[in-house]
């Protein structure tokens, strides 16, 4: 059974930093495309970045490019979010999603397994 743990979240001032951590068991992420997203309140859950299963492409968001960085380490089988420069734009639930497949996609419903979440707060 596969399981998506997040940590990491939490409340900073904008222009702070943060890194989210996705543990994945059940499951080796070298077989799977892993992916951020993220809902705010009242709007629909969106794609943040994303990691193929080899690990030879990757893709942001435009509204996180040059802030955000995606990272995996294997042996770990952990999933890294690094979140600099945030604003209070980036506030939300942060969700990992894997996907059983080599390939990345941006949209939510090609992911098959998803963390619980982890809230993300950036204070004006």
């Known amino acids: 059974q596969v399981q998506l743990v997040e940590s990491g979240g939490g409340l900073v001032q904008a222009g702070g930093s943060l890194r989210l951590s996705c543990v994945v068991s059940g499951r080796a992420i070298s077989m799977n495309a892993m992916a951020w997203f993220r809902q705010a309140p009242g709007r629909e859950r969106e794609f943040v970045t994303g990691i193929s299963a080899r690990g030879g492409s990757n893709n942001y968001a435009d509204s996180v490019k040059g802030r955000f960085t995606i990272s995996r380490d294997i042996a770990k089988n952990t999933v890294y979010l690094q979140m600099n420069g945030l604003n209070p734009e980036d506030t939300a639930v942060y969700y990992c999603?894997?996907?059983?497949?080599?390939?990345?996609?941006?949209?939510?419903?090609?992911?098959?397994?998803w963390g619980q979440g982890t809230q993300v707060t950036i204070s004006s």
């Open positions: 999603a894997a996907r059983n497949g080599m390939a990345l996609y941006d949209i939510a419903s090609r992911y098959d397994a």
